[in-house]
DNA sequence: AATGAATGAGCCTTCATTCAT
DNA sequence: CATGAATGAAGGCTCATTCAT
């Protein structure tokens, strides 16, 4: 029975994305007042299944916001191989963080759990090392775009910065009593980025 | 009635403020997770006494969030009166947005008070129409911006929209896991928002 | 200064009353979960200042039940005082438990009382002790009609009590649903009590 | 669905039974300051896990009142259906309502339930339309007894209620420091409403 | 005396987590 | 594996009682 022993793995792998896609749903939704019956209604199965998953509360919420870090981490790798100058880049990376995008509405989440004593300091450690890989991705788009002209001189951290911000902010802007970023949002970050020649 | 009664009213507005002050506070710093009883103790007051001065949690959160709205809507109104050209108004309006000005801070909380049930629809709509209050006050600047020179051509609206959630962001940068802002940062954010010439 | 003392304690005495009327008719009105700040509010006074006359509400509840049922009693001999026959007594006597007669409506409270764990048991053995003396002046009025060939023969003990229980429920017919109890109505109990020439 | 649902919703039925008896015992016998932790300790449950059967305290207490006066319907029904004279269906019901017969016992908590704001307006006025319809069923069997000569003449109206507020009284009696209604009284209770023949 | 600010015990209710089936 | 019954810790809120003024 060895293949039924990985077939069982691949199934629990499975559930667990199950869990983790209606998870981020919900607390995106939700906010930290999430319960766990409600990722257990989302993901079709009762709530005290989903302690076969996961162990606890917590530990959902931590795997929520890894996973939609190194999703952010993977877009901005795939922005780095986009062809094109930096802007163009950035306007692959502006475009995948729109609402419609499903893996930036985690942000909101990890922002609220950066508070909370919900998480163990030693977990907010991990989370904003993360972050911290992830805004060295953007900094070295920066730093391309103003070598190929394409974004303004300064400091690349800080530049870096407020652009890691806006994008993240684009899907929350409606939520805001904004109105929603749109492709028009996407032309006026790119040119807000860009040098003066 | 041995009592002076309107030394009285003035100790009783004074509590409420000083009540509204660590709510604020703790609501920025735990989230909606935020305890009355961690609200009283930061009021200096019993948790039982609270409830003499706001029925629920509900409504002290409320009026955080008003209070913080309506504060923001003065920075605004203040930037306005700033002499001087758009950017240095846009300047003193991303100062005040610093960290280190309170008034800010509430912000976040505001963010998280939008999801939830916690609220009803019906204080979400009110919150959005004084969130669209504000914006109103930012675009005008921003057109002023556009007349003098300082600020890039291209819909208002949706540089309001940027620029509103930059300033509005700038606090929690540091808590995200990036560099705090500085008035580098400001300085940068101006530029950003500069025309080319 | 003894004049004052005096006066002092008249007042006192006024006041005692002033809040044990309210509180009566809270506690009728509401049941035991009458608050302090009701009974206060009924007798024009501060919440506070009720402990300056009672010590506790339990006092004040025992007071009111104390007061009921001595009223009970003073009816009761009064009943006996009347002139006439035994069934104008019982007559007089129901007249005098129509809900229009304040006297009655703490009956219900006292019910209440001799349940819940709020009374200590001696304050209960108290008011049972009350209770059947009430019982015995209701006794001999129907020993007395039973005399004079007013009341049916049978058990007085048993008669007594289901008299008794009527005219302590007249108030309570229209609140619980039924017709409210009128002059008809205790014609008709007068003739129930009355005996098969 | 490893579960058998149709056991499990018979046990369901049953706990919430469970529930409603304890709950109707701890009403009557402490009123409304009855905790949720009484009734679930006399279920013998956890108080939380009362929640999954009602979804607040008031619920249970409606619950409980309904049933009583379902029961006490179906009571009169019964007795409507015993052979012989009117009489014969008095003596009955009167002996279905003595202390023993736990149906009886929540006539009390109604009362109560009747006063406080405990229950909304709406609450009291059903509670009070189906106290009407069980007094229309005792209409209904007075005037076959005045028919058949077993009861007095008078209005059937008045009659019905003395004698429901006699009988749903007469398990209080012990508890008012009167005596206990035993089947002596009943017969007492039934000369009382018979003729002058 | 008189007020109402202040406290905290206590109850209702929710929900994470466990566990029998 | 799956379910939902069951528990109990925790937090919101009320209100009796005390006390400074």
């Given at each position: 029975?060895?293949?039924?022993l990985?077939?069982?793995?691949q199934l629990r792998e499975e559930?667990r994305?199950?869990?983790?896609?209606?998870?981020?749903?919900v607390?995106?939704t939700r906010g930290l007042?999430t319960?766990?019956s409600?990722?257990?209604?989302?993901?079709?199965l009762?709530?005290?299944?989903v302690?076969?998953y996961f162990?606890?509360?917590e530990e959902?919420?931590?795997?929520v916001?890894?996973?939609g870090q190194l999703?952010y981490?993977k877009i901005?790798?795939?922005?780095e191989?986009v062809?094109?100058?930096?802007a163009?880049k950035?306007r692959?990376?502006?475009r995948r963080?729109?609402?419609s995008?499903?893996?930036?509405?985690?942000?909101?989440v990890?922002?609220q759990?950066?508070?909370?004593?919900?998480?163990?300091?030693e977990?907010?450690?991990?989370i904003?090392?993360r972050?911290?890989a992830?805004?060295?991705i953007?900094?070295a788009?920066?730093e391309e775009?103003?070598?190929d002209?394409?974004?303004?001189q300064?400091?690349p951290i800080?530049?870096?910065?407020?652009?890691?911000?806006?994008i993240?902010?684009?899907?929350?802007m409606?939520?805001?009593g904004?109105?929603p970023a749109?492709?028009e949002?996407i032309?006026?970050l790119?040119?807000?980025?860009?040098?003066?020649?």
């Amino acid at each position: 029975m060895p293949r039924n022993l990985v077939r069982d793995q691949q199934l629990r792998e499975e559930r667990r994305k199950q869990i983790l896609d209606a998870a981020a749903h919900v607390f995106a939704t939700r906010g930290l007042l999430t319960k766990i019956s409600d990722i257990a209604a989302g993901a079709g199965l009762s709530h005290g299944h989903v302690y076969n998953y996961f162990k606890s509360k917590e530990e959902i919420l931590l795997a929520v916001i890894e996973r939609g870090q190194l999703r952010y981490g993977k877009i901005l790798r795939a922005a780095e191989e986009v062809e094109g100058n930096a802007a163009d880049k950035f306007r692959y990376l502006a475009r995948r963080s729109l609402p419609s995008a499903s893996s930036a509405d985690i942000y909101l989440v990890l922002l609220q759990a950066l508070f909370t004593d919900l998480l163990e300091e030693e977990d907010k450690r991990v989370i904003r090392g993360r972050a911290k890989a992830n805004l060295g991705i953007l900094l070295a788009l920066i730093e391309e775009g103003q070598q190929d002209g394409t974004v303004m001189q300064g400091n690349p951290i800080q530049l870096a910065t407020l652009f890691g911000t806006l994008i993240q902010n684009l899907m929350l802007m409606e939520m805001r009593g904004y109105a929603p970023a749109t492709e028009e949002t996407i032309e006026l970050l790119i040119r807000m980025l860009g040098p003066c020649p």
